[in-house]
């Protein structure tokens, strides 16, 4: 054999010692956790670029995306700036959002008035952009902004809160740790109690769930709004992005924890994020005012898609947190999916495949399950993540089976839960009879 | 789930169960846990030596009061509760008082759980506020309210590391590390630095993270004189737009370093603003 070795040889030998290195190298917690985020995301190209990105800035060592982003927080809009604004996008059939590609509000037409996400930078921008789209979207004497709900108490998010008092005489609802010292006197969510309950902002109804970390004050959300006709649910995320504070970050996990349980409970399908780049917004507000609002709205990301977001950002802030305090061991969230194999159940095959970015989800319970006759059997996955088991009766073209996966945890791992729902078929594909 | 993901989700019926606490000690104020506590799994820590030993939290808002029960489960029947934090705003800063409720003075338990229990406090206090005022006190004494005794988050760590290493004398020794003021003056208030020690040396290669309100930070790797020294930058890109930020004291942080034999306790340091 040469001793010239190829190019090809040369870097699988190279690759070889890399992996070798890195081998010898033991991993910590930080870069455990930022792997998991990695695998979490799927393989999504989007969740890559926006989701993975920004929630991991601090312990991807890469916060300049974030002071980047914040760059383009232009409040005038006039002249050069004008390249910065977003002008006023319907969204969903009741939502509209108008800011700049930094951070932005939400619009959203109630039976009695308008209601607003966020209250802008200052009095001057909402004065300048908010007031008009107001009357573009039939604000009145008679149909007023009847309420503003505040995700925190930051100046980008409340800055216009006063000018939206004195002059529309709305009143703004903030996190009771945000609320010293603000001169819009707002109602005040009790920011101690981390319970998630109802509240009603000016008319509409909210989920509301105090959220600390990023500020003491901030406040998650959950709202129905009409997406061509159908009622959908859309996140809204009370505040995003760490400091190097123990326990602002410790916080800030917590808090991502219970969003992530909020949006599973409440079957979550949709995002209103204030910071628009966060988790690519921004991207889908530019391609609607290119293209138009699709069917379902751009906005619309999946209950999947959500979920498995905030399991990203779970696992980037256990990565950030690990890192401040090297001590504290954070079990890893795995997100999985479940998904029947060769297309759509029979009454002869009901089988399934559990996995996630770990591969195959072995050993763990899956049950499956038609709600109308509440038939249902139970299986075990194997070591290629499939359970089956059968289910009687099985009604081609008239049950669904749901298969469903409640989830397990131990010290190194939580297993999230997964779970999917199909048309049973006589032949694996419905279309063919 | 590992409890944490629904734990903040539930009601928590406010109401009195002494005996849950299993502190019965007439004419000393009990520790109050709700009838049914909601308990979660202890968050792990490499400080602990016993991870076998299974230990639970539950929390419980009273009012503005944040209280914390860190409970031992022993193998059969309920947990019991070891220690509770309670976590109060007050005036001037947030007061954070700590109970060993296995113990009947300052001495520690030298149990296994005795031991387990110091370690997780301290775990579980690093994570609490650095800007704080905490105290600490046992089963007889259940208040620690004089302002007089109350100390610094690294003083009271410090406490918690030296009772650690009395009552478990023999365990893998935790190193605490100390931090100081650098020694020349800063250029401008967005500079900071400490000088870190550990066993009265210059400790080289130490992580330390700053942080100032509301969201700047840096951070720093010491040199051969333990000097770690960075510039804050507003880590949101508010830079210049908050008012007063020099101000306002400054956090450093060392996380913690536990390897092999050698285990460096996280600890903090308040950087006051020159007046």
């Keep these: 054999m040469s001793t010239k070795r190829n190019p090809l040889a040369r870097s699988l030998t190279a690759a070889l010692a890399t992996t070798a290195m890195g081998l010898a190298v033991a991993q910590t917690q930080t870069d455990v956790h930022r792997d998991a985020a990695t695998r979490n995301v799927g393989g999504d190209p989007f969740m890559t670029q926006y989701a993975r990105a920004f929630y991991c800035n601090l312990p991807d060592d890469n916060n300049q995306i974030v002071i980047a982003s914040r760059a383009w927080n232009n409040t005038t809009g006039t002249g050069a700036n004008a390249q910065y604004r977003i002008p006023l996008t319907q969204i969903f059939d009741d939502v509209w959002f108008i800011g700049n590609h930094y951070v932005g509000q939400y619009l959203i037409k109630t039976p009695t008035g308008l209601v607003q996400v966020d209250a802008g930078n200052t009095a001057n921008e909402v004065q300048t952009f908010n007031y008009p789209a107001m009357q573009t979207l039939g604000l009145s004497a008679a149909y007023p902004l009847t309420g503003v709900f505040l995700t925190h108490g930051h100046g980008d998010h409340d800055g216009g809160a006063k000018w939206l008092l004195d002059n529309l005489n709305a009143r703004s609802t903030l996190g009771s740790a945000d609320a010293a010292g603000k001169t819009y006197a707002p109602l005040t969510i009790d920011s101690t109690n981390l319970s998630m309950r109802q509240m009603n902002v000016g008319g509409k109804s909210f989920w509301i769930l105090p959220t600390p970390g990023h500020t003491a004050g901030s406040t998650s959300a959950v709202l129905e709004v009409k997406d061509w006709g159908k009622t959908v649910r859309v996140l809204i995320n009370g505040g995003q992005s760490m400091t190097n504070s123990v326990p602002q970050v410790a916080q800030y996990l917590d808090s991502i924890e219970r969003t992530w349980s909020m949006a599973s409970v409440l079957h979550v399908d949709g995002v209103m994020t204030p910071h628009i780049y966060w988790d690519g917004e921004g991207a889908k507000l530019n391609e609607i005012n290119a293209t138009g609002r699709t069917n379902p709205s751009q906005h619309v990301y999946g209950h999947e898609n959500v979920l498995r977001q905030l399991a990203v950002a779970r696992e980037c802030s256990a990565a950030w947190l690990t890192r401040l305090d090297t001590t504290v061991v954070l079990p890893v969230w795995r997100f999985n999916t479940v998904e029947f194999t060769g297309g759509n159940p029979t009454p002869t095959q009901v089988s399934a495949k559990l996995q996630s970015g770990w591969g195959p989800t072995a050993n763990q319970k899956v049950t499956f399950s038609v709600a109308e006759t509440g038939a249902s059997c139970t299986a075990t996955t194997g070591a290629d993540g499939v359970a089956s088991c059968d289910v009687r009766p099985l009604r081609p073209h008239k049950d669904k089976l749901t298969v469903s996966f409640e989830g397990a945890a131990n010290a190194s791992f939580v297993e999230l839960p997964a779970s999917a729902t199909a048309l049973v078929c006589s032949n694996g594909n419905c279309n063919a009879k | ?275």
Aim: charged share 20%; with cysteine.
């Design chain 2, 1 to 275: 789930m590992n409890g944490r993901p629904m734990a903040g989700l539930a009601a928590v019926a406010a109401c009195l169960l002494a005996t849950a606490c299993a502190v019965d000690n007439p004419g000393v104020e009990q520790p109050i846990l709700p009838a049914a506590p909601d308990y979660a799994p202890v968050p792990g820590s490499t400080l602990v030596s016993r991870p076998d030993l299974p230990f639970k939290i539950a929390r419980v808002q009273r009012g503005a009061m944040q209280v914390t029960f860190l409970a031992h489960q022993p193998a059969s029947g309920d947990p019991v509760p070891v220690a509770v934090m309670s976590v109060a705003p007050s005036d001037r800063a947030i007061d954070v008082s700590v109970r060993l409720l296995r113990s009947d003075s300052a001495g520690g338990d030298r149990s296994d759980v005795g031991v387990a229990t110091l370690e997780y406090l301290y775990a579980w206090t690093f994570q609490q506020d650095p800007l704080a005022r905490y105290c600490l006190g046992h089963r007889q004494q259940p208040r620690c309210e004089v302002t007089g005794s109350r100390s610094s988050h690294a003083e009271f760590l410090g406490k918690l590391a030296a009772l650690r290493q009395d009552v478990a004398p023999t365990s893998v020794p935790w190193h605490v590390v100390t931090m100081v003021p650098a020694a020349s003056a800063p250029a401008d208030a967005d500079e900071v630095g400490v000088t870190v020690t550990s066993d009265r040396r210059p400790m080289e290669g130490a992580t330390v993270f700053f942080h100032r309100a509301p969201h700047s930070g840096c951070v720093a790797t010491s040199r051969a004189d333990g000097l770690a020294r960075c510039q804050l930058v507003d880590q949101h890109g508010d830079h210049g737009e908050h008012a007063d930020e020099d101000k306002v004291p400054v956090v450093a942080t060392f996380p913690g370093d536990v390897r092999s034999g050698r285990v460096l306790v996280p600890t903090t340091f308040i950087l006051n603003p020159a007046p």
